[in-house]
């Protein structure tokens, strides 16, 4: 007991020697002393090794020490209290001008890739397309073969691809046209889709080529459907997206899925047919490429080549991007800087 009631003295003496200067040191005191954990707790707790007949002097003494440390701690909230009111008396927000216009939340910006895939969707969602998408990890069949690409065909080379290491039989698909073969392969028809999305091509980066980018590709297969009506829909989503005074024409190209195919041009929109060094001085710019399916194709999905006839094209959103805004540079697109990102203001 001697060696408790010297301890007791010693806390005593600390308790004295203890300044309060705010409520945390406060409420640590509290927790030292006379939490349920604390000190006094812990003090009340010897009580049960104490021989009887020195009981009650123990317990009178530990009962003053307790009282003494709570009587320290009223004293201590008492004026600290006072404190605490005379910051309570002055109501919340005293001091700010409440007519003030609040600070701007920063929001986001849609990226320039998105505004002008969705400009392009809607436009082709109004002529009655809807839109298809599908895998960018793809088998070799939905993004060659069934294409009219057999294997060591050379036009294989026209798109460097991706291959995966796991299996050679998968790849990066190199253009949305998976999705065609995808949808074909369904024998819902008449078919009349759009495939936006991403595709890989193993190209060097530089402000004009890029390991990835994006297309929107369609896709229109019904009974009848002619050369004629690609031109038209062609002509018509041209001047939706760039205006009613664009020219189109067509040249004729190489596709090994359409036969005959066509790359599409449009009046140059920066120098107005004076040539400028975007259309290089032609006055023209490439900005798709299309065709009429192969009819190899269309068995190839088995769909009859003798009933149904489509109509096919595709094209990257980069490039019609940098044309609309007049971007030069195409690594803008996945840098993510601010700056250029900011700069964009969706309307779709
Ligand atoms: N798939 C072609 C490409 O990625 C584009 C295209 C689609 C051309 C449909 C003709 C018809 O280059």
């Known amino acids: 007991m001697e060696n408790l009631l010297q301890q007791i003295e010693g806390y005593k003496q600390e308790i004295d020697a203890i300044e309060i200067n705010g409520a945390v040191a406060l409420e640590e005191y509290r927790i030292r002393f006379l939490g349920t954990k604390g000190i006094v707790k812990a003090l009340f707790g010897e009580m049960r090794n104490i021989p009887a007949d020195q009981k009650k002097e123990f317990g009178a003494i530990l009962n003053d020490f307790k009282l003494f440390a709570e009587r320290k701690f009223d004293t201590w909230k008492n004026s600290l209290g006072d404190l605490v009111t005379v910051n309570e008396e002055a109501p919340a927000g005293a001091g700010i001008d409440w007519t003030l216009p609040g600070d701007p939340s920063p929001i986001g910006s849609r990226h320039p890739i998105s505004i002008v895939r969705n400009e392009i969707v809607s436009i082709f969602r109004r002529l009655g397309f809807s839109v298809a998408e599908g895998p960018e990890i793809e088998d070799d069949w939905h993004n060659f073969t069934a294409l009219n690409l057999p294997e060591n065909h050379p036009a294989r080379d026209m798109q460097d691809t991706f291959y995966m290491n796991q299996n050679p039989d998968w790849l990066l698909r190199t253009h949305t046209s998976n999705v065609q073969v995808r949808e074909m392969e369904k024998h819902k028809l008449p078919i009349r889709i759009v495939c ?25 297969i019904d009974e ?8 038209q829909t062609l002509y018509f989503f041209v001047q939706e997206l760039f205006g009613r005074e664009v020219k189109i ?6 596709f090994p899925f359409t036969e005959p195919s066509a790359e599409m041009d449009i009046s140059c929109l920066l120098c107005n047919g004076k040539g400028c060094n975007v259309c290089k001085q032609t006055t023209w710019v490439e900005i798709l ?3 009429m399916v192969h009819p190899q194709v269309l068995e190839n999905c088995g769909i009859d080549s003798n009933k149904y006839t489509g109509f096919a094209f595709g094209m990257g959103i980069e490039r019609i991007t940098m044309l609309k805004y007049q971007i030069n540079d195409l690594r803008l697109f996945s840098e993510n800087d601010v700056r250029f990102l900011q700069q964009f203001t969706a309307t779709y």
């Not at 390991?211 to 229109?220: A, K, T």
């Open 289 to 291: 490429g299309c065709g």
């Open 196 to 220: 936006p999305g991403r595709v890989y091509r193993n190209e060097t980066i530089s402000a004009r080529a890029h390991c990835f980018f994006h297309q929107v590709e369609g896709l229109y």
């Open 224 to 231: 009848h459907v002619s050369f004629a009506d690609l031109k």
């Open 249 to 254: 024409r067509f040249r004729p190209s190489y």
